[in-house]
Nanobody, 115 residues
Framework: QVQPVESGGGLVQPGGSLRLSCTASKSFLSFTVMAWNRQFPGKERELVASVARGEGIQYGDSVKGRFTISRDNAKNALYLQMNSLKPEDTAVYHC?????????WGQGTQVTVSS
């Protein structure tokens, strides 16, 4: 089974930016919709943003205007540009297919927003 590898997280001050990356051993061309999710301690994952293979991007209300999702099928990569980060964005970020997770959930990448 395929497991994605997420990277790019870290500690950043409020108002700062991070760019997350996701890749996997299987071509993303086979996945119609890819998404970034995040998980807060003790809570279930929530959808952050999704992007379809052709077009169609959706964002969660809490990140609209601040985050940008993109995919590069040639590089087999999914990205999440996060700007104007807030402490409430602190979470572990995961990528997977959407709405059904067709890959094994990876370790994710920790994003911590704190001064």
């Amino acid at each position: 089974q395929v497991q994605p590898v997420e990277s790019g997280g870290g500690l950043v001050q409020p108002g700062g930016s991070l760019r997350l990356s996701c890749t996997a051993s299987k071509s993303f061309l086979s996945f119609t919709v890819m998404a970034w999710n995040r998980q807060f301690p003790g809570k279930e994952r929530e959808l952050v943003a999704s992007v379809a293979r052709g077009e169609g991007i959706q964002y969660g209300d809490s990140v609209k205007g601040r985050f940008t999702i993109s995919r590069d099928n040639a590089k087999n990569a999914l990205y999440l540009q996060m700007n104007s980060l807030k402490p409430e964005d602190t979470a572990v970020y995961h990528c997977n297919t959407y709405p059904i997770a067709r890959m094994i959930w990876g370790q994710g990448t920790q994003v911590t927003v704190s001064s």
